[in-house]
């Protein structure tokens, strides 16, 4: 891995824990991620918070963090061990 | 009538919770996804869940009695929903039984499922579970304490602990107790978990009782083990939804999970989505398995949950679980020097880096199951 692109990824793991840090105290979110755009709009790798089915976008999401996009979506993750 | 793909996968999708949540009511026969009827007419212009039943209940009080005295076990009438979707159920009458001409003795019985047996020797990908909890996951692999040799069980802390007062030592069931699983069942005891490190995963030291083998049911033997990265393919073999394969859409995630009256961060997730749109990546009981990936058979991740909506699998980051348990993972000789080709053909800019084999690290303070 280059160098520029170990600072990228240095950049976005920063960013992502400074997103956690913001959002992560709301019940409502389930997980805070760097991943694909689910939209495609960007090529490069941006910030998803997953919340829950039918929850209202939390307040005070910013569109991006330190020049990387966030992204909100639903999920329902649950653990799965068979009962 | 036609419907939208999107609206009549969107339907299948809430027929398979429909399937998890009451296929299993003595009750239900049959859940599908149909034209509702209300009033004696068709609506032709809607879909819904319908559960097909044994005996319908016309009043809340035959369906009352009917709970108390165990003929049901829920009340089907709940809407359920998918993302912004809910469908509406539509319960309706019908006992159906095989189109078979008498009973014939000799017909083929379908074969078990060798994920859901006592197995000797055993790999990666079968059914297993603590002795106390009626449940399965999954064996994840073989792993060797770095500390004493010791050979190991790895999976998940909700399929070897799976309790808040468990402690070192219980027993461990190969088949899970869910797949019928006894106490001449048990291969290993509780050694270890890393729960304190928001990490869901324990391993489990074998009793000599069978062998473990270091490759997965019904795929190659893993190689190793090694980070992941954001659009890696990845396959598993798990006691559930056997082999899948899926793509990589998510790294370095932070994840709020629900152990009984527990709420935890999990750390160092990823999450995969499946290669095929509406293939299934994972279900119930595949807990434990490991993600591989397909290009380099080294191991990536520990999976541990999933969504239904969108379908995906969340796993934890292999090599981390691997440094908080103070284990590697066993390989098998013939993996590991074909490891070692690929890793020179890496360094010689031969092969593409899929995969970046884990990094020598301290290993943390093993954590013992209280």
């Given at each position: 891995?280059?160098e520029?692109d170990?600072?990228?990824?240095?950049?976005?793991?920063?960013?992502?824990?400074h997103l956690e840090?913001l959002v992560?105290?709301?019940?409502?979110?389930?997980?805070?991620?760097?991943?694909?755009?689910p939209?495609r709009?960007?090529?490069?790798p941006?910030?998803i918070?997953?919340?829950?089915?039918?929850?209202?976008?939390?307040a005070?999401?910013?569109?991006?963090?330190?020049?990387i996009?966030?992204?909100?979506v639903?999920g329902d993750?649950?653990?799965?061990?068979g009962? | 009538m036609?419907?939208?793909?999107m609206?009549?996968a969107?339907?299948r999708?809430a027929?398979r919770?429909?399937i998890?949540?009451?296929?299993f009511d003595?009750?239900v026969r049959?859940?599908?996804?149909?034209?509702?009827?209300?009033g004696?007419?068709i609506?032709?212009?809607q879909?819904?869940?319908r559960?097909h039943?044994?005996?319908?209940?016309?009043?809340?009080i035959q369906?009352?009695?009917a709970?108390e005295?165990?003929?049901?076990?829920?009340d089907l009438?709940?809407?359920?929903?998918v993302?912004?979707f809910?469908f509406e159920?539509d319960v309706v009458?019908g006992?159906?039984?095989p189109?078979v001409?008498?009973?014939n003795p000799?017909?083929?019985?379908p074969?078990?499922n060798?994920?859901?047996?006592?197995?000797?020797p055993?790999?990666?990908?079968?059914?297993?579970?603590?002795?106390?909890?009626?449940s399965?996951g999954?064996?994840?692999?073989k792993?060797?304490?770095?500390?004493?040799?010791?050979?190991m069980i790895?999976?998940?802390?909700?399929?070897l602990?799976?309790?808040?007062?468990?402690?070192?030592?219980?027993?461990i069931?190969?088949p899970?107790r869910?797949d019928?699983?006894?106490s001449?069942d048990?291969?290993a005891?509780l050694?270890r978990?890393a729960?304190?490190?928001n990490?869901?995963?324990?391993v489990a030291?074998?009793?000599?009782?069978?062998?473990?083998?270091t490759d997965?049911?019904n795929?190659?033997?893993?190689?190793?083990?090694a980070?992941?990265?954001l659009g890696?393919e990845?396959?598993k073999?798990?006691r559930?939804?056997d082999?899948?394969?899926?793509?990589?859409?998510?790294v370095?995630a932070?994840?709020?999970m629900?152990?009984?009256?527990v709420t935890?961060?999990?750390?160092?997730v990823?999450?995969?989505e499946?290669l095929v749109?509406?293939e299934?990546v994972?279900g119930?009981g595949d807990?434990g398995?490991l993600?591989?990936d397909t290009?380099?058979?080294l191991?990536v991740?520990l999976?541990?949950a999933?969504?239904?909506f969108p379908?995906r699998?969340?796993?934890?980051d292999?090599?981390t679980?691997?440094?908080?348990?103070n284990?590697?993972?066993a390989?098998?000789?013939?993996?590991a020097?074909a490891?070692?080709?690929a890793?020179?053909?890496?360094?010689?800019?031969?092969?593409?880096?899929?995969a970046t084999?884990m990094?020598?690290?301290?290993?943390?303070?093993?954590?013992?199951?209280r």
């Amino acid at each position: 891995m280059s160098e520029h692109d170990q600072r990228g990824r240095n950049h976005a793991h920063q960013a992502r824990a400074h997103l956690e840090t913001l959002v992560m105290s709301n019940p409502d979110v389930q997980m805070v991620s760097i991943g694909i755009d689910p939209e495609r709009r960007s090529a490069e790798p941006v910030l998803i918070i997953t919340i829950s089915h039918g929850a209202p976008v939390p307040a005070g999401v910013p569109n991006n963090i330190d020049g990387i996009p966030v992204r909100v979506v639903y999920g329902d993750y649950q653990l799965e061990q068979g009962e | 009538m036609q419907f939208d793909p999107m609206m009549l996968a969107r339907a299948r999708l809430a027929m398979r919770v429909g399937i998890r949540n009451h296929l299993f009511d003595p009750n239900v026969r049959m859940v599908s996804v149909g034209l509702p009827e209300k009033g004696g007419k068709i609506i032709e212009n809607q879909l819904a869940i319908r559960y097909h039943v044994v005996e319908k209940y016309h009043s809340q009080i035959q369906l009352e009695a009917a709970l108390e005295n165990g003929s049901t076990q829920s009340d089907l009438r709940a809407p359920i929903r998918v993302g912004q979707f809910t469908f509406e159920t539509d319960v309706v009458q019908g006992k159906y039984l095989p189109h078979v001409w008498g009973w014939n003795p000799w017909q083929p019985t379908p074969p078990p499922n060798p994920r859901a047996q006592r197995a000797d020797p055993m790999r990666g990908g079968l059914s297993i579970s603590d002795e106390f909890h009626n449940s399965y996951g999954t064996l994840g692999g073989k792993v060797i304490d770095r500390a004493t040799g010791v050979e190991m069980i790895l999976s998940n802390w909700h399929v070897l602990v799976a309790d808040w007062g468990a402690r070192a030592g219980q027993r461990i069931y190969q088949p899970g107790r869910l797949d019928g699983g006894r106490s001449g069942d048990a291969v290993a005891t509780l050694t270890r978990h890393a729960m304190g490190a928001n990490l869901d995963a324990a391993v489990a030291t074998l009793n000599g009782s069978r062998q473990l083998l270091t490759d997965q049911l019904n795929l190659n033997p893993v190689a190793g083990a090694a980070l992941a990265q954001l659009g890696m393919e990845v396959t598993k073999s798990g006691r559930r939804t056997d082999v899948t394969r899926g793509r990589i859409v998510d790294v370095d995630a932070t994840v709020r999970m629900t152990y009984g009256p527990v709420t935890k961060l999990i750390h160092n997730v990823m999450s995969i989505e499946p290669l095929v749109s509406f293939e299934q990546v994972s279900g119930p009981g595949d807990s434990g398995s490991l993600w591989i990936d397909t290009a380099t058979n080294l191991a990536v991740g520990l999976h541990f949950a999933g969504s239904d909506f969108p379908e995906r699998g969340l796993a934890i980051d292999l090599p981390t679980v691997l440094d908080a348990l103070n284990v590697r993972l066993a390989i098998a000789p013939a993996a590991a020097s074909a490891r070692r080709a690929a890793w020179s053909g890496i360094q010689l800019g031969i092969v593409a880096p899929a995969a970046t084999p884990m990094p020598a690290s301290q290993a943390q303070e093993a954590l013992v199951a209280r």
